[in-house]
């Protein structure tokens, strides 16, 4: 297969896998926008997508004998392909003993118009959904997201949905984005108000 970019690569004891670049956030924090590339990767730029096929090849042909967890994250947001990932869990699922974890904005439900935390049952036994900031106006403002002032309560109802079906829910901040007091606003939000853990990376 030629190369398009690293689609696989490691960190800690994750497999992570790099579907797309596609994004509807342009967060002022992305990562993307300091390096090309993280852990064993030498380029998380895709040159195109992956199809199915090509992401379940490579897995079939990768020792999975290290890793823990398949962790879906990279140069993207990996909902932006929804039907793919939800593919390659279940056969994650079907096939290895890893854990699944997905790594998101937690804007899918705007990307496609519909409720779409159902679609993570059974399928991930974690989700890391960014906060990123307290409020509509200060998330506008980090992270750009095409969908607008919207975006805020879509992740807040997208994480609300998704404990029903997913075991293990955190919701993050970028620790040198914000203020201390945001960061325990944000807090707030997951602990008290959601219910689900809280991370500052
Ligand atoms: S949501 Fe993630 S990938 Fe997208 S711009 Fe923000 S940090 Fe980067």
């Known amino acids: 297969m030629e190369y398009i970019g690293d689609v696989i690569y490691d960190y ?20 993307r926008n300091l390096t090309d590339s993280l ?4 380029s998380l730029w895709l040159r195109r997508e992956p199809d199915l096929e090509e992401i ?3 897995i079939r042909e990768t020792d999975l004998t290290p890793y823990n967890e398949a962790v879906f994250c990279g140069y993207g947001e990996p909902t932006e392909r929804l039907e793919c990932l939800l593919a390659v ?3 994650i699922k079907e096939n290895t003993d890893l854990r699944t974890r997905l790594n ?3 804007l899918s439900d705007l990307i496609y ?4 935390a159902g679609d993570f049952a059974g399928r991930l036994d974690a989700v890391s959904i960014s906060l990123n900031a307290p409020t509509a106006e200060k998330y506008d403002a980090l992270c750009q997201p095409r969908f607008g002032k919207e975006s805020f309560e879509a992740i807040i109802r997208f994480t609300s949905e998704i404990k029903k079906y997913v075991p293990d829910v955190t919701m993050s901040v970028v620790g040198s984005s914000i203020s201390r007091r945001d960061i325990e606003e ?16």
């Open 12 to 31: 800690a004891d994750g497999l992570y896998i790099n579907m797309t670049n596609r994004c509807p956030c342009r967060c002022s924090f992305c990562i």
């Open 113 to 116: 118009g519909r409720k779409t």
């Open 89 to 91: 869990c279940d056969y």
């Open 186 to 201: 944000c807090r707030k939000i997951a602990e008290e108000r959601l219910g689900v853990k809280f991370r500052v990376r």
């Open 104 to 106: 998101t904005n937690g």
């Open 56 to 58: 379940l090849e490579m």
């Open 39 to 42: 852990g064993n990767a030498d």
